[in-house]
């Protein structure tokens, strides 16, 4: 059976300088989903936001804008921005589960507001020619709540319905819900993506087997973890490069190089490596001594070193 691999966004990793890096050395991602969009109550939007989705960052590579939103105006907005800008389909998340974002009633916490979320498309879809597509989780407080929203959706042309089968409560907890997902391929017309804990090639051949109509599968932690994975997905092997080392110390180098030059100061850059470390360190033997030694790492010139010593180690 034929497949399509996704990029699922992940706010402050999978930008242009991500995307267009693991392209370049891995490849194995059909399209990739940009980091949402988010306006709080302001209809301007950010130059970051900008630099992200600006076409000639993107060169060669298939991207989805994304939004995070629970007012009309804004997902309108954002809307005729990214058409402006040459594209023509807009993912709205009613994903993300983190407190800052869901107390807000944006993310998976508006899935327990079918009413605004009928409003939100009745007005997108009347008011704007743009494609809309989503990303979902199954609920915040339940798995019961997306059942509630999926009658709503399937009155509107919506292109997918990507679902992490999570609740937002979980955050990345705890195990993913199979059948609660397979609840939601019973109860939409709609295409729907699979999303959650795609993190190896035998992962995805057990989610294959367990959903035989789905044909759209999304990695999201498991891209960052495994640049490799998608590549290895496609060719069906199970066996990594014999250069893996080489071209996972070129892929750090790239992504290294770009933030040193794109971040100001120090610290900052630190920040973002070791926030990268949390998951490329799955890669290595020892995963919890690897990001040991980039923590301990207070100084430009120690965390060179220490990731030196890591990658001369695991050879």
Same mark, same amino acid.
């Given at each position: 059976?034929?497949?399509?691999?996704?990029?699922?966004?992940?706010?402050?990793?999978?930008?242009?300088?991500?995307?267009?890096?693991? /392209?370049?050395?891995?490849? &194995?991602?059909?399209?990739?989903?940009?980091?949402?969009?988010?306006?709080?109550?302001?209809?301007?939007?950010?130059?970051?936001?900008?630099?992200?989705?600006?076409?000639?960052?993107?060169? &060669?590579?298939?991207?989805?804008?994304?939004?995070?939103?629970?007012?009309?105006?804004?997902?309108?907005?954002?809307?005729?921005?990214?058409?402006?800008?040459?594209? $023509?389909?807009?993912?709205?998340?009613?994903?993300?589960?983190?407190?800052?974002?869901? +107390?807000?009633?944006?993310?998976? &916490?508006?899935?327990?507001?079918?009413? +605004? @979320?009928?409003?939100?498309?009745?007005?997108?879809?009347?008011?704007?020619?743009?494609?809309?597509?989503?990303?979902?989780?199954? &609920?915040?407080?339940?798995?019961?709540?997306?059942?509630?929203?999926?009658?709503?959706?399937?009155?509107?042309? @919506?292109?997918?319905?990507?679902?992490?089968?999570?609740?937002? $409560?979980?955050?990345?907890?705890?195990?993913?819900?199979?059948?609660?997902?397979?609840?939601?391929?019973?109860?939409?017309?709609?295409?729907?993506?699979?999303?959650?804990?795609?993190?190896?090639?035998? +992962?995805?051949?057990?989610?294959?087997?367990?959903?035989?109509?789905?044909?759209?599968?999304?990695?999201?932690?498991?891209?960052?973890?495994?640049?490799?994975?998608?590549?290895?997905?496609?060719?069906?092997?199970?066996?990594?490069?014999?250069?893996?080392?080489?071209?996972?110390?070129?892929? !750090?180098?790239?992504?290294?190089?770009?933030?040193?030059?794109?971040?100001?100061?120090?610290? !900052?850059?630190?920040?973002?490596?070791?926030?990268?470390?949390?998951?490329?360190?799955?890669?290595?033997? /020892?995963? !919890?001594?690897?990001?040991?030694?980039? +923590?301990?790492?207070?100084?430009?010139?120690?965390?060179?070193?220490?990731?030196?010593?890591?990658?001369? /180690?695991?050879?």
């Amino acid at each position: 059976m034929d497949f399509t691999l996704l990029s699922s966004p992940l706010q402050g990793f999978t930008d242009f300088r991500f995307r267009n890096a693991q /392209n370049k050395l891995f490849g &194995g991602i059909d399209t990739y989903y940009s980091p949402y969009i988010r306006l709080n109550g302001k209809l301007e939007i950010k130059p970051s936001y900008e630099r992200d989705l600006l076409p000639e960052n993107n060169m &060669g590579l298939e991207v989805i804008p994304q939004v995070i939103t629970n007012d009309a105006e804004e997902f309108l907005f954002v809307a005729k921005y990214v058409q402006e800008l040459g594209y $023509k389909e807009l993912n709205w998340n009613l994903g993300c589960p983190y407190p800052m974002v869901t +107390k807000s009633g944006m993310g998976s &916490g508006l899935i327990s507001n079918p009413e +605004k @979320i009928n409003h939100i498309l009745e007005r997108a879809h009347s008011e704007s020619d743009i494609i809309v597509s989503m990303k979902m989780r199954l &609920g915040y407080e339940n798995s019961e709540e997306i059942l509630d929203v999926l009658p709503i959706l399937d009155k509107y042309p @919506i292109k997918n319905i990507a679902i992490h089968a999570r609740i937002g $409560k979980q955050l990345y907890k705890g195990g993913v819900n199979l059948d609660a997902f397979q609840l939601c391929i019973d109860n939409t017309i709609h295409k729907l993506y699979y999303n959650g804990d795609i993190t190896s090639v035998a +992962k995805f051949h057990e989610m294959q087997q367990r959903f035989p109509s789905i044909d759209h599968w999304m990695i999201g932690r498991g891209l960052i973890s495994d640049p490799f994975l998608p590549s290895m997905i496609r060719s069906n092997s199970f066996e990594y490069p014999e250069n893996k080392m080489d071209l996972f110390r070129e892929f !750090h180098d790239t992504l290294y190089a770009i933030y040193s030059e794109s971040l100001s100061g120090q610290t !900052h850059i630190l920040l973002k490596m070791y926030h990268l470390w949390e998951y490329f360190s799955a890669t290595f033997l /020892n995963p !919890h001594k690897v990001l040991k030694q980039i +923590k301990k790492a207070q100084s430009i010139r120690n965390y060179e070193a220490a990731v030196a010593a890591i990658f001369k /180690n695991e050879k």
